[in-house]
């Protein structure tokens, strides 16, 4: 069912990477991005690897949450180091058949792809799993303030996100029960052809949108009532501070960034 | 014996069950209705009372347990599962929340429309039924969006009564509704029920509804059913509907006071028009004697 959509993510803990500011762990998440495609070889792959692995250990997570997220991701993994495989032509050929030609080059950069996939994906979820939408939210803000110079409404944006996160609850209750009572009508959710099926959904999509339109309404006179008049001179019930793991994890990345520039010098490239 | 059109038997819901989250929404509900009655069901807010009206068209089903609809298992074949919400209409709390059609006639249309009757069918219980709720001519090619919101409820309602439904479900049909508002639906409902004969299902907060409506009133607390019986019978147990956080009606309660006055009130009354005839009744005794 619809219901089953885990939303945002948030998977509640009180590990370090939890406590971790938002910011920070944006910040990193981006750099972690970076260096891991500055990774030439395996040795420097390796200690990106360890690394994601470290991170996940401390947060607290469960694995079998990593794995879900990885599902989706899988067709691509595998469909990239297929293609790897047989289009790189480098080293010692291993196979010959036809116009199929595997070699040891192509091997080893299909596995270094699936590993630099793995990791992205692993580090990414690590950060929407260790931070509540509102705190990302909040934090993108920030980061984001300094485009007010170029006069971009950073804080209507943000407050935006905020808002559309925590309406997609509330909607999918909508829907659920709006398709109930479609269905105590009689209609059809589940036979007919695809255009079919897609014309059986406009019962459930013009309430819906009515609705949808109905609670902005609503929900920009609440706001108004109580002043709300955007981003201007507006102070926060939580401030952001930096504490000291903040600038340990800096740290420990700046580290690993020398790491890898120091493997990817002194050992042989890979790609 | 009693003509039964919808029965349960040990009907059990338990929604994400063997999670933390487990929460058994209806435990063990036992209830046969009888054809043509008016029942009012009530109880409090998550006691279980919309849960149950969902398991009456097969919108759920129950973990264990079934539902009878005329002598059979609704669940019996899966693939007529649509037949029986046609069989038994559920209208859901605020049901003008989902009028989607252009017009009011459309909307209406909607219902019928799926059971694939044939076009003079659906025009004829559209008009019918559309006249019934007291809405004229001219409100079939307005758009139900821009109707008030006691019109709205009543388009709704109709598109369910559209489907000729030989049991009518409504969850709190007058919930929302200002105190005219509240009048006509209720009235309506029980025409409904007169001409029609159907069965009518009425889940409502209020006590004063049910008691001035209903034929027979079932009671839920705490996921199970309490009571069910007329609403003499059910009424008399003023002090465990107490207990259980329910309201008596007020009339119902001012008997219970001049009773407990030793006030010579001889039929029990719950709703003013009775009360007026059983008190004047007693000064007309204090009167002759």
């Keep these: ?271 | 014996m009693a003509d039964i059109i919808l029965e349960t038997k040990n009907l059990t819901y338990t929604y994400a069950p063997k999670t933390a989250g487990e929460v058994t929404a209806i435990r063990d509900v036992s209830v046969a209705i009888e054809r043509g009655t008016l029942v009012g069901i009530i109880g409090h807010t998550g006691s279980g009372k919309s849960t149950l009206i969902e398991h009456f068209n097969g919108l759920m089903r129950g973990t264990s347990g079934v539902v009878l609809l005329d002598g059979k298992d609704i669940w019996e074949n899966k693939k007529e599962i649509r037949s029986v919400r046609f069989r038994v209409g559920v209208c859901f709390q605020y049901p003008e929340y989902q009028l989607f059609e252009e017009t009011v006639y459309k909307d209406v249309a909607f219902g019928p429309k799926n059971m694939g009757l044939s076009e003079e069918e659906i025009d004829r219980r559209v008009r019918e039924v559309l006249s019934f709720v007291g809405l004229e001519e001219r409100y079939l090619e307005l758009s139900p969006f821009d109707l008030s919101g006691g019109e709205k409820r009543r388009v709704a309602i109709a598109g369910i009564m559209a489907m000729e439904p030989q049991v009518l479900v409504l969850d709190e049909p007058c919930a929302g509704l200002d105190p005219i508002g509240r009048a006509t639906v209720l009235s309506l409902i029980q025409n409904y029920q007169k001409t029609t004969g159907s069965t009518v299902i009425i889940v409502t907060h209020s006590m004063e509804d049910a008691a001035l409506i209903a034929d027979r009133i079932l009671v839920m607390n705490q996921a199970r059913l309490a009571f069910y019986g007329t609403v003499e019978e059910v009424f008399s147990h003023a002090g465990e509907l107490q207990s259980m956080g329910l309201d008596i009606p007020q009339m119902m309660r001012l008997y219970l006071l001049l009773r407990e006055k030793g006030l010579p009130v001889s039929k029990t009354f719950y709703t003013l028009e009775q009360a007026k005839k059983a008190i004047l009744a007693c000064f007309k005794k204090g009167e002759n004697a």
């Design chain 1, 1 to 271: 069912m619809i219901s089953d959509i885990t939303i945002g993510q948030y998977y509640s803990g009180t590990s370090v990477l939890h406590r971790l500011d938002a910011r920070v762990k944006i910040l990193l998440t981006v750099l972690f991005i970076v260096i891991i495609f500055l990774c030439k070889n395996f040795l420097s792959l390796a200690l990106m690897f360890a690394l994601t692995a470290v991170s996940i250990l401390l947060s607290g997570v469960p694995f079998r949450m990593f794995f879900k997220s990885l599902k989706p991701i899988l067709p691509i993994i595998l469909f990239t180091a297929v293609l790897n495989i047989f289009y790189i032509k480098k080293g010692t050929e291993l196979l010959s058949f036809w116009v199929i030609t595997i070699t040891t080059g192509g091997l080893a950069t299909a596995f270094f792809m699936a590993v630099r996939i793995i990791c992205l994906i692993m580090c990414s979820s690590l950060l929407t799993y260790t931070t509540t939408p509102t705190d990302l939210t909040d934090a993108i803000e920030r980061l984001l303030s300094p485009l007010k110079v170029l006069h971009i409404q950073v804080h209507t944006l943000a407050m935006m996100m905020t808002l559309a996160l925590r309406f997609i609850p509330t909607l999918i209750e909508e829907i659920e029960r709006i398709t109930n009572a479609q269905k105590a009508r009689g209609a059809d959710f589940e036979s007919g052809r695809f255009m079919q099926r897609v014309k059986a959904m406009i019962p459930v999509l013009v309430p819906l949108f009515v609705s949808a339109f109905r609670r902005a309404y609503e929900l920009s006179f609440a706001m108004s009532c109580r002043c709300y008049h955007g981003g201007e001179g507006r102070t926060r019930m939580k401030q952001m501070k930096l504490h000291l793991s903040d600038g340990v994890s800096f740290l420990l990345f700046a580290l690993v960034l020398a790491g890898v520039i120091v493997l990817n010098h002194f050992f042989g490239k890979l790609i």
